[in-house]
């Protein structure tokens, strides 16, 4: 798929790696989407004045699928059609099963999981119109291993994953690929914060000896956006944490 024109519909991309994927289409010359739970601010919007790309603000909850029906046809009200999207919004609260509520682990499942269903559904129907679309799904590498204190996020996560596969099966002979991307350990707020020694250790168990970039992660996602012929796959971006013998 050329991008340049195209319209992207990125989820939670007000920060951090959706952020990034949203700077990296439009970097492109695609029209993004920039979205998140509250209101855009308009110095976010500013950044990407100098690609000259059509930039729309929609917030609203994924979680609710009448709100993601509603984002969904107010970004093709705005822009003319969704010709991808990025299932990129998600939450952690991390708890260790004994202490685990069921309360945490559906709201971690609803927004993670649920989000993603709900914004795929609202997309499916203009985009088997048109015969033609790419959904990329973000995963974890914990959806591949698991993590201690993580039973909620590691299951949301995995989820994606038969998620991804099972509708790229029914959808593929309508022109519309889906993709699953699961990163590893990636620069943020959350790794910023870190004690040393706990970076240190985490990088410890990371073949190539450091964190990945949120850049990184958004140059992979393109690519698969672009990929006429790939589709149903998983692919782990982790520097190496997750690779099989």
């Not at 509250?38 to 994924?62: C, K, M, N, R, W």
């Not at 291993?145 to 909620?152: H, L, S, V, Y």
């Not at 698969?224 to 998983?234: F, R, S």
Request: no cysteine; charged share 20%; hydrophobic share 45%.
């Amino acid at each position: 798929m050329e991008l340049q024109g195209k319209n992207v519909f990125i989820t939670g991309s007000t920060r951090g790696i959706g952020l990034a994927i949203a700077h990296r289409f439009a970097s492109l010359g695609a029209n993004v989407v920039l979205n998140g739970r509250s209101q855009i601010a308009p110095d976010l919007v500013a950044s990407f004045a100098s690609y000259g790309v059509e930039v729309a603000t929609i917030s609203g909850d994924v979680s609710d699928g009448a709100d993601a029906k509603r984002m969904v046809e107010e970004a093709i009200s705005q822009l003319g059609s969704v010709d991808i999207l990025v299932n990129n919004a998600g939450i952690t609260n991390d708890k260790l099963m004994l202490k685990m509520t069921e309360e945490d682990f559906d709201k971690v499942l609803k927004i993670n999981l649920t989000g993603a269903f709900n914004m795929t559904q609202s997309v499916l129907k203009p985009m088997t119109k048109a015969r033609q679309g790419a959904i990329i799904n973000l995963s974890s590498v914990v959806g591949l291993t698991g993590n201690i204190g993580q039973a909620n996020y590691a299951a949301s996560k995995a989820g994606l994953l038969g998620f991804t596969k099972s509708v790229a099966r029914e959808v593929a002979a309508r022109g519309i690929r889906v993709n699953a991307v699961a990163p590893g350990f990636i620069e943020s707020d959350m790794t910023d914060a870190m004690a040393d020694k706990v970076k240190e250790a985490a990088i410890a168990q990371i073949p190539m000896k450091r964190i990945g970039k949120p850049e990184e992660v958004a140059s992979l996602v393109s690519f698969l956006a672009e990929q006429e012929y790939l589709t149903g796959q998983v692919i782990a971006i982790d520097g190496g944490m997750t690779m099989q013998g």
